[in-house]
């Protein structure tokens, strides 16, 4: 039982300690994009492009462009980045739903900029 649950507990740690937030970005905008992220992850799975999001999913993608993109001047270069390739997912929706690009490829250079 004891070694379950060491197991079990390494486990929970390596996964904890997998998404830790680059440094150089901002923990709000780092939250904000991964919320961004599930609901496009639903869409691709649901095969529902951007005008078929329901309106609280519009709302959290509109809130996140007019949080960000205003202030994109500002921003270092990894919140830069940050922004335009979601950005890119959320106005290439139609492309990944029909195949012409990957949307798993597109997600994961997302995630490899918001988690060290």
Partial sequence: MKRLLSGLFIVM???ACSEIVDEDINKNMAKDTQEVLDILD???EDNRNIGELTENEMDVILNYIDAYVPNELDMNDTETNLLNETRDVIENM???LDGAKDYQ???QNIQNI???
Wanted: charged residues 25%.
């Fill in 13 to 15: 740690l390596l996964v």
């Fill in 42 to 44: 639903t869409a691709v």
């Fill in 94 to 96: 139609s492309d990944y």
């Fill in 105 to 107: 490829e597109q997600k």
């Fill in 114 to 116: 918001l988690y060290e």
